[in-house]
């Protein structure tokens, strides 16, 4: 099975379950639900960061899952529209299904489709949260390439060897291998992502460090932006 499918089949299995434990908090005790709960500081954070950006402007939403940013930009922070591509079929149904029990249906779209690609709709900012952790090299050089230019607000985690920081990367390595074939998680050193940055003309930009959100990190460039530098072929 190609790595794309596989990630498609192991975000259908997972995103109900993983969605309702993060955010509905079902399930979602002890040591892991501890660390589920940066993922919900992550999402708080992303709200905060863009609470001065959105008024009238649109939002693309890379890895949307159940498309809780989306709705949450439009319903909470004043964006007109907001639109969200997931890998996951299961994860853009339950977004429509969500969005119209929200009753913003009208502003809020998604459609199923890979974020590595060349193009990307347009949107004012674009926002990929926790979307760099499941690319490989080469999708994510694809994904920054086709965002050059353009204001976003990404998240990674942070290989800071904190205890939580350990305790995830073994628990992610031993699951996966036991349930999620080709499909691998990641963590960063932040040098590798401030290279990143820098070689696709996102410099300057912040990185966000709280410490509800453990060893997640936001990365922006709202507050200036750069125009890349055409390079030469």
């Known amino acids: 099975m190609a790595r794309q499918d596989e990630m498609r089949a192991h ?18 005790h002890g040591l892991m639900g501890r660390l589920r709960s940066s993922v919900d500081a992550r999402m708080s954070i992303a709200l905060e960061v863009l609470r001065t950006h959105m008024e009238g402007k649109t939002l693309l939403d890379l890895g949307c899952g159940a498309g809780r940013l989306a709705m949450l930009a439009v319903e909470t922070l004043g964006a007109a529209r907001a639109h969200g591509i997931d890998i996951s079929p299961a994860a853009v149904e339950r977004a ?22 060349e193009t990307l709709p347009e949107a004012d900012i674009t926002v990929g949260l926790g979307l760099l952790d499941w690319l490989d090299d080469e999708e994510t050089e ?6 050059e230019g353009r204001r976003i607000l990404l998240s990674y985690s942070e290989q800071d060897n904190s205890l939580a920081e350990i305790v995830h990367r073994f628990y992610l390595v031993h699951r996966l291998r036991l349930f999620g074939g080709a499909v691998r998680a990641r963590h960063h050193r932040r040098g590798e992502i401030l290279d990143l940055m820098d070689r696709h003309g996102f ?9 509800e959100a453990r060893f997640g990190r936001l990365i922006h460039n709202l507050r200036g932006m750069r125009i890349p530098v055409p390079r030469e072929t």
């Open 203 to 211: 410099l300057p930009c912040e990185i966000i460090e709280r410490r």
């Open 11 to 28: 975000w259908d299995r997972k995103i109900a379950r993983w969605d309702d434990s993060v955010y509905d908090r079902e399930g979602s």
């Open 96 to 117: 429509g299904a969500l969005a119209e029990r929200a009753g913003v249906a009208d502003r809020v779209t998604f459609e199923v489709g890979s974020v590595a690609r």
């Open 142 to 147: 694809r994904l920054m390439t086709a965002l």
